[in-house]
């Protein structure tokens, strides 16, 4: 299927500025999508429905004309109390892109292409894949090992490979793409779209912390933990982090930080993916955009010129 039509325009390089809990905000969706790449945001980084409403103002209000689109990631789970309520917001607003997690619904997705939104759903290994079809999705999001956040197990050839054989709609790459020789290679591979979490972290218009954004650039792929401690789910966090929280980095179990409920856990102890040990600089988006841009077709260029020899 490729990339849909509604969200092929003003697309600079295939890249979706995947949404992060506490991170992704107006500025950094405004400054993807005015640099030419798709900018998202988890509706809950606002902490009321009439706040999400106002960021969606706000962030149509200051796109150019030539911006790219931009989306928002609901979580579909019962302790999301919030759902209903955002969703209404989104249908309302008619977000171009919404993005479900960990749970695909026929009724969402219904109504998101009801006004004409496209709607991906993000998975973690073949068989979610292959339930989350049923549903109807326009995409799936596919979060193999080493991802930022919930990051999934499975090596991303194997996971991309086996989809692709039942599923020809568009797919979208995630998991430890920080350049834009990554994005060439998703491409390469066959993905859509490539998504991008951990790389973005670092840019001005981010609402990480100075001190977040400096331990991602001293991080390496070593330093990352895959641990459900925190939340109970596996994702993976920077093990400096972890244990400046006291949460021991080799227990399996769930720990309980004595720091409340989980969204106050990924506040103090940052989450980011295997990706790190690319991540060099804190810059704007635009300069980052341009970047991967240059680094894309570099590759692409270098590529071609090298397989024809
Ligand atoms: C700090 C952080 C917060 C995240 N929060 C969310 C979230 O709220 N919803 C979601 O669907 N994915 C979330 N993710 C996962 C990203 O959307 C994306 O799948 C992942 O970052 C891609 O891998 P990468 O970080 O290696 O590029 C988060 C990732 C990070 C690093």
């Given at each position: 299927?490729?990339?849909?039509?509604?969200?092929?325009?003003d697309?600079?390089?295939?890249?979706?500025?995947?949404?992060?809990?506490?991170?992704?905000?107006?500025d950094?969706?405004?400054?993807?999508?005015?640099?030419?790449?798709?900018?998202?945001?988890?509706?809950?980084?606002?902490?009321?429905?009439?706040g999400?409403?106002?960021?969606?103002?706000?962030?149509?209000?200051?796109?150019?004309?030539?911006a790219?689109?931009?989306?928002v990631?609901?979580i579909v789970?019962?302790?999301?109390?919030?759902?209903?309520?955002?969703?209404?917001?989104?249908?309302e607003?008619?977000?171009?892109?919404?993005?479900?997690?960990?749970?695909?619904?026929?009724?969402?997705?219904e109504?998101?292409?009801?006004?004409?939104?496209?709607?991906?759903?993000?998975?973690?290994?073949?068989?979610?894949?292959?339930s989350?079809?049923?549903?109807?999705?326009?995409?799936?999001?596919?979060?193999?090992?080493?991802?930022?956040?919930?990051?999934?197990?499975?090596?991303?050839?194997a996971?991309?490979?086996?989809?692709?054989?039942?599923?020809?709609?568009?797919?979208?790459?995630?998991?430890?793409?920080?350049?834009g020789?990554d994005v060439?290679?998703?491409?390469?591979?066959?993905?859509?779209?490539?998504?991008?979490?951990?790389?973005?972290?670092?840019?001005?218009e981010?609402?990480?912390?100075?001190?977040y954004k400096?331990?991602?650039?001293?991080?390496v792929?070593?330093?990352?933990?895959?641990?459900?401690?925190?939340?109970?789910?596996?994702?993976?966090?920077?093990?400096?982090?972890?244990i400046?929280?006291n949460?021991?980095?080799?227990?399996?179990?769930?720990?309980?930080?004595?720091?409340?409920?989980?969204?106050?856990?990924?506040k103090?102890i940052?989450s980011?993916g295997?990706?790190?040990?690319?991540?060099?600089?804190?810059?704007?988006v635009?300069?980052l955009?341009?970047?991967?841009?240059s680094?894309h077709?570099?590759?692409?260029?270098t590529?071609?010129?090298?397989?024809?020899?």
């Amino acid at each position: 299927m490729g990339i849909p039509a509604s969200l092929g325009h003003d697309l600079k390089l295939p890249v979706i500025a995947a949404p992060m809990f506490l991170v992704s905000g107006p500025d950094l969706v405004v400054g993807c999508c005015n640099a030419g790449v798709i900018g998202t945001f988890p509706s809950l980084n606002q902490r009321t429905t009439e706040g999400y409403c106002e960021w969606l103002n706000e962030i149509r209000a200051r796109l150019g004309p030539d911006a790219a689109a931009f989306g928002v990631n609901h979580i579909v789970h019962p302790t999301n109390a919030r759902l209903k309520a955002d969703l209404a917001v989104t249908i309302e607003h008619k977000v171009p892109l919404v993005i479900t997690s960990l749970g695909a619904n026929a009724d969402i997705v219904e109504a998101v292409h009801s006004y004409g939104g496209v709607i991906f759903h993000d998975v973690t290994t073949a068989r979610h894949a292959r339930s989350a079809t049923k549903t109807g999705v326009d995409g799936l999001i596919l979060v193999a090992n080493g991802a930022g956040g919930h990051g999934g197990a499975v090596n991303p050839f194997a996971l991309y490979n086996e989809v692709r054989q039942f599923f020809d709609g568009t797919i979208i790459l995630s998991g430890c793409l920080s350049t834009g020789g990554d994005v060439a290679t998703a491409r390469m591979l066959g993905a859509d779209f490539a998504y991008m979490g951990t790389r973005f972290i670092t840019t001005d218009e981010s609402l990480a912390s100075a001190e977040y954004k400096e331990m991602i650039i001293r991080s390496v792929a070593a330093d990352i933990t895959y641990t459900p401690a925190v939340s109970g789910m596996l994702a993976n966090f920077m093990t400096a982090s972890l244990i400046a929280h006291n949460v021991d980095p080799h227990q399996n179990s769930v720990h309980q930080p004595n720091i409340g409920d989980e969204a106050k856990a990924w506040k103090t102890i940052w989450s980011a993916g295997q990706g790190v040990g690319t991540v060099h600089d804190v810059l704007s988006v635009r300069d980052l955009v341009a970047r991967l841009r240059s680094q894309h077709d570099e590759a692409v260029a270098t590529f071609f010129s090298t397989s024809r020899e």
